[in-house]
């Protein structure tokens, strides 16, 4: 289970004695993977050399041989591991990998974005508390990293990834576009300009509700997809029944009166030669 090069997840050269349970494991998510309850973290007090077996306060050295568990230490999350730039953000309250400057802490978000996000993303209170909506795991301290969508929300990047293959292109809480679909929405128009609709449906209208702006609008019916005249995407909600035209509405109701002229003789002979002799 351990060894001077760590484990799966960090590379150091100690134990941590869990707070919970008293046992030595190289790191918390090791312990939770065999246990079943978590570590604290914060809460670990004492840690033993893997190079002499001591155990000993919490620290980036070992008093009884030097050896040093780890490049980067931080003294609050107890996190041993190889240099990776790593930066301890109080507001987040734990480890990032950095570095430092590349990133910036938006208060709103609560949460540590890239310097290219700095006025640039929609802010959502308190965002990455809450779970991955495709995968329902925690985003907060997840060692995956996170990926911002235009509408404010996260998903782990590996669970992006996932969608972008799937062809699912809807941030799952919002239904929001998750990217830029404007080269898709123009091939949608030409393939509605090469397919029209049967002679009953041209006309037809249909309100609809955009989940990319929000905007209410009538808009052309299609079965390929119906247009936001707001912002142009087709990332579209049907509201209600088709809405048809005067001229469409009298051409079906033409169609029903000669289709019961047609049928009335034959109905009139029925009830004839139905009646008693």
Known sequence: MASPAGCEHYVRSCLLKAPCCG???VCRLCHDAEENHQMDRFKVREVQC??????QQAQQTCEQCHVQFGEYYCDICHLFD????QYHCQPCGICRIGPREKYFHCEKCNLCLAQDLRGNHKCVENVSRQNCPVCMEDIH???IGAHVLPCGHLLHKTCFDDMVRTGAYRCPLCMHSAWNMEDHWDQIDKEIAQSPMPTEYQGATVRIICNDCQAHCTVPFHVL???CTGCGSYNTAQDGGLIQQPQQQQA???TETEAETDTEPEQQDQHESATPH
Do not use: A, N
């Open 141 to 143: 301290t997840s060692r």
């Open 252 to 254: 079906e109701q033409d």
């Open 23 to 25: 046992k030595l494991y």
């Open 225 to 227: 997809g119906m247009k």
């Open 82 to 85: 190889k240099d990776k730039k």
């Open 50 to 55: 893997s190079e002499c077996q001591v155990v």
